[in-house]
């Protein structure tokens, strides 16, 4: 993105702002909407002036020619596919019906703009546009369009879920385990040497998880006196950039003694070593 784009419309600032109400239960989902969301504004912010004015952050969609639109989405036809369908606010059956776009989605992995269903995808797109939108506006409504369209894709992929397969993948027993208190993953599931509890959460609300990892912390070292303690901690995609921050803060709540690690959800693999180094062993063969 170049810098005197970026300076008028920070897409960061703008994704921190959105509501997220499902994530405790979807992160990867809205890792998913945050990274397609900041490749479609790269996209958007670098149109010529007479189809973004930049001052006012304003989409002049109207004036676009064809030519245009299918140059800018075979640029990124992955994401701007779903961006362009979505805010156009037509099903997938509505758009073979009236358009006669077949399989519009799987343009996502082949976009030829010669091809006769790629001038009809364009077609519809010009006629559903509005010829000008504030660009907050259209990427708000292509994340909540997408976010609903891939909830039932996503259902079932928690973070928890992740954490255990990872694991497990890697020859450890990784279960949770309900009694005599709950852990969100153990290794090993029956006498476990290793504990860690699964939060998901953002920036804004870090003194609260913060405070839940230390309560936390105490009940499980009444029951696993000899475990290690490794607190897992799933926060959106934007705002990894912050984990130092965040990390500094779990510890300013945590034991006196510290943690034994704590680890972002693509930090998984940093863990490897340290089981190594415990001598925590994998499953038998």
């Known amino acids: 993105?170049?810098?005197?784009?970026?300076?008028?419309?920070?897409?960061?600032?703008?994704?921190?702002?959105?509501?997220?109400?499902?994530?405790?239960?979807?992160?990867?989902?809205?890792?998913?909407?945050?990274?397609?969301?900041?490749?479609?504004?790269?996209?958007?912010?670098?149109?010529?002036?007479?189809?973004?004015?930049?001052?006012?952050?304003?989409?002049?969609?109207?004036?676009?020619?064809?030519?245009?639109?299918?140059?800018?989405?075979?640029?990124?036809?992955?994401?701007?596919?779903?961006?362009?369908?979505?805010?156009?606010?037509?099903?997938?059956?509505?758009?073979?019906?009236?358009?006669?776009?077949?399989?519009?989605y799987s343009m996502r992995d082949r976009f030829d703009p010669r091809g006769e269903r790629e001038k009809k995808f364009i077609m519809a797109i010009k006629e559903l546009l509005p010829p000008q939108i504030h660009i907050e506006t259209v990427l708000y409504k292509f994340y909540k369009n997408w976010e609903e369209h891939q909830k039932r894709h996503a259902r079932g992929k928690s973070l928890e879920e992740q954490v255990r397969k990872f694991f497990r993948d890697r020859g450890y027993s990784c279960e949770k385990v309900t009694s005599p208190v709950e852990v969100d993953a153990a290794i090993p599931s029956r006498d476990p040497m290793v504990v860690?509890?699964?939060?998901?959460?953002?920036?804004?609300?870090?003194?609260?998880?913060?405070?839940?990892?230390?309560?936390?912390?105490?009940?499980?070292?009444?029951?696993?006196?000899?475990?290690?303690?490794?607190?897992?901690?799933?926060?959106?995609?934007?705002?990894?950039?912050?984990?130092?921050?965040?990390?500094?803060?779990?510890?300013?709540?945590?034991?006196?003694?510290?943690?034994d690690a704590i680890l972002f959800q693509d930090e998984l693999k940093n863990l490897l070593p340290k089981l190594e180094q415990w001598n925590i062993p994998r499953k038998s063969k």
């Open 1 to 104: 993105m170049a810098a005197h784009d970026s300076a008028h419309f920070q897409v960061k600032e703008f994704l921190a702002r959105i509501p997220r109400p499902n994530i405790s239960e979807l992160l990867d989902l809205y890792g998913e909407l945050d990274e397609m969301t900041e490749r479609v504004a790269e996209i958007l912010v670098k149109l010529p002036k007479h189809l973004y004015d930049r001052d006012k952050q304003m989409l002049l969609l109207g004036g676009m020619t064809d030519e245009e639109l299918l140059r800018a989405v075979k640029e990124d036809h992955d994401v701007l596919v779903p961006f362009f369908t979505t805010i156009c606010g037509l099903s997938i059956r509505e758009f073979e019906r009236l358009y006669g776009v077949e399989s519009v």
């Open 196 to 259: 860690m509890p699964i939060r998901i959460g953002v920036f804004r609300d870090i003194v609260k998880r913060a405070k839940e990892f230390g309560s936390e912390f105490g009940e499980l070292r009444k029951h696993f006196p000899k475990a290690r303690f490794v607190v897992i901690f799933g926060i959106p995609r934007h705002e990894l950039h912050q984990r130092d921050s965040i990390r500094e803060r779990i510890k300013e709540y945590g034991p006196v003694a510290g943690y």
